[in-house]
């Protein structure tokens, strides 16, 4: 079974300038997260989606990241403008239904804001 | 308080050691609980879930103390291939995963 699929793996830009990630979940999964991961924390839920529906955005700053879901599958992470401390790792996840499943992580894209 | 604490370690010990690592959380009405391991520059996987009544998986025992609000992963006999992170997680407000900082372990032979 493929697992969950994200691009780029790595990103480099400078401050101000626009980025989006992209993820894949595993075939039929119908929650989607996406997290954050600064070096030396755990990761924190930024959006989670239920097939094409926002389930919880409250930890993400909407004056800057935006998230979609359009037809329940793929889904899209962007910011604009990026700031210094938006250097992470940007994690997306997938499980059956809700958290109580077991969530399968993608690898990752690690992002670097100079 | 932060809503997951975990001591981040590092944890250095020789194979064939038993090591234990401690988590506590903040909300009372949390009710689902976790460990997951993620390797170094790797995504996180599930190791275990956590339960009332304790639980094993081979070397691994999670308990949970509801009543302290604490949680326990016991690593038996441990392996050069168990260096890695351990990470808290907690189901919070919703259904949010909430994940403890993770603590280190480097197993040398």
């Known amino acids: 079974e493929a697992g969950v699929a994200q691009s780029p793996r790595y990103k480099i830009i400078e401050k101000r300038q626009s980025v989006a990630f992209w993820c894949n979940p595993i075939?039929?999964?119908?929650?989607l997260y996406w997290y954050q991961q600064i070096l030396g924390q755990g990761p924190k839920l930024l959006i989670q989606f239920q097939n094409n529906g926002v389930v919880d955005d409250s930890q993400l700053p909407k004056d800057r990241f935006s998230a979609e879901r359009l037809k329940g599958v793929d889904s899209t992470l962007k910011i604009q403008p990026a700031k210094l401390e938006d250097s992470a790792v940007y994690l997306c996840?997938?499980?059956?239904?809700?958290?109580?499943?077991?969530?399968?992580f993608g690898p990752g894209t690690r992002l670097t804001v100079l | 308080r932060k809503e997951v604490e975990q001591d981040p370690g590092p944890f250095n010990v020789p194979e064939g050691a038993t090591v234990a690592f401690n988590c506590t959380y903040s909300?009372?009405?949390?009710?689902?609980f976790f460990w997951y391991r993620q390797d170094c520059r790797k995504e996180p996987k599930l190791l275990m879930s956590?339960?009332?009544s304790g639980n094993e998986d081979g070397r691994f025992t999670a308990q949970l103390n509801r009543a302290s609000q604490y949680i326990s992963l016991l690593i038996r006999d441990s392996k050069l291939s168990d260096s890695a992170t351990y990470l808290c997680?907690?189901?919070?407000?919703?259904?949010?995963?909430?994940f403890g900082k993770g603590t280190t372990l480097s197993v040398s032979s």
């Open positions: 997680v907690v189901i919070g407000r919703g259904t949010a995963l909430i």
């Open positions: 909300n009372s009405a949390s009710q689902s």
């Open positions: 956590v339960y009332s």
């Open positions: 996840a997938s499980s059956l239904l809700t958290s109580y499943n077991e969530q399968f």
């Open positions: 075939s039929g999964h119908a929650t």
